[in-house]
């Protein structure tokens, strides 16, 4: 087929142009990698391959886990998380950044210096600061660093209420509006706080923006322990932003996907859940 294209330039570039017109929209994720597949980067993977996105990877840390929780992390040097990021930025076009475990300081001034470059694509940040049993993700200088250098480019951020404390710098009982505000008075433009970790009979997530609430979300509460519900739902509100929804809509959207998902999920091993990220509708969403 090359050679019979080469032989025929003007194929070439007719089918170069076809390629393009009918490729998925690009979406980078800066996330570690779990072994598992049921959070990380191949949860993102996953998420967004079922939206009807492509997933352009840079792995920033390795880790040892499984489904009850993290044993060690490996954080990738921040030099070789910008070459994997520069190498398919100067080839691909990108509709939006998905940003989840960076693991050092380091890591989050470069991809913060990378966004710099892209001032119109959207971001959403999932602030992963633990795991689900609780093991720490993210050292002090690590949510000094989101705060100073990446809240300020964020489009969505997606914090837990537990996050969201520790982000705005404020007790662990602190009401969640004040959190929210301070975190958008920090730079980000959009602060969806999930409500998993409250103690209430329905799911709340409450999306706020410069003017206060934008809409709350309530969903019934599922009995299981997920793992990777937080990327899920990440990813999901990427997908739907590369394809162009506004952010209020594309929330909603992202959020009856990862809580699809969530009702589907599966537990292959002894610890929590897995979302099964394919069992809902495939491609883009309408």
């Given amino acids: 087929m090359e050679r019979h294209l080469n032989a025929f330039p003007w194929a070439a570039r007719r089918c170069a142009r076809r390629s393009m017109a009918t490729s998925p929209p690009n979406v980078v994720v800066f996330a570690a990698s779990d072994p598992t597949s049921g959070a990380g980067l191949q949860a993102d993977l996953l998420t967004l391959a079922a939206l009807g996105c492509h997933a352009l990877t840079v792995v920033t840390a390795l880790t040892a886990q499984d489904t009850h929780g993290v044993r060690a992390v490996q954080p990738v040097d921040a030099a070789w998380v910008e070459e994997q990021a520069r190498a398919v930025l100067q080839e691909f076009p990108v509709a939006a950044f998905k940003i989840g475990v960076l693991a050092t300081a380091a890591n989050a ?121 937080g990327c899920t739902l990440a990813s999901a509100i990427a997908a739907q932003l590369a394809q162009g929804r506004q952010v209020a809509d594309a929330v909603h959207v992202a959020q009856a996907y990862t809580w699809d998902s969530l009702r589907a999920a599966f537990r292959p091993a002894s610890g929590q859940w897995i979302p099964n990220r394919l069992a809902g509708p495939r491609g883009p969403a309408r």
Avoid: K
Avoid at 126 to 152: C, F, H, I, Q
Avoid at 162 to 170: F, Q, S, T
Avoid at 184 to 212: K, S
């Fill in 109 to 229: 001034m470069i991809v913060a210096r990378i966004l710099a470059t892209y001032p119109d694509a959207p971001v959403i940040l999932d602030p992963v600061l633990a795991s689900g049993r609780g093991d720490s993700l993210a050292a002090d200088s690590v949510v000094a660093a989101l705060r100073a250098e990446l809240l300020p480019r964020t489009t969505v951020l997606t914090p837990n209420s537990l996050e969201a404390r520790r982000l705005a710098g404020d007790a662990p009982q602190a009401d969640l509006a004040r959190c929210a505000q301070r975190l958008v008075q920090l730079g980000a433009r959009f602060v969806l706080v999930t409500g998993t970790h409250e103690a209430t009979t329905e799911v709340t997530n409450t999306l706020y923006g410069e003017t206060g609430v934008v809409r709350a979300d309530r969903w019934a509460r599922l009995p299981g322990s997920y793992h990777g519900s």
